[in-house]
């Protein structure tokens, strides 16, 4: 399975961006029966969780500091998966990944390459 993040950019607090993560033609059809998760990693820190969905778009989950900002969701139909981030902060600057896993597997199976979000203060 083959990802890509796209959607990121430069933006002043405050601001909002959409990224998008898309799934190679080679996928279609299992693109959907993987949970995906979106992860972020900061300069100089570790990659870190920020949110995640079921197989079936189900089941959101949030990082703390993302809880009411951000948005994830995906449309299965379009090998297609979102996160709508909102009220954007400093700290949110990040290059963000989207990531594959199997349900219940605490494994992250496959990548797409990053998309850089840069916030400004």
């Known amino acids: 399975v083959q990802l890509q993040a796209s959607g990121g950019g430069l933006v002043q607090a405050g601001g909002s961006l959409r990224l998008s993560c898309s799934a190679s033609e080679h996928t279609f059809s299992i693109f959907g029966l993987f949970d995906m998760a979106w992860l972020r990693q900061a300069p100089g820190k570790e990659r870190e969780f920020v949110a995640s969905?079921?197989?079936?778009?189900?089941?959101?989950e949030y990082t703390d500091s993302v809880k009411g900002r951000f948005t994830i969701s995906r449309d299965n139909a379009k090998q297609m998966g979102y996160l709508q981030m909102n009220s954007l902060k400093s700290e949110d600057t990040a290059v963000y990944y989207c990531a594959l896993k199997s349900s219940g597997s605490n494994t992250y199976t496959y990548w797409g390459q990053g998309t850089l979000v840069t916030v400004s203060s």
């Open positions: 969905i079921s197989w079936n778009g189900g089941w959101p």
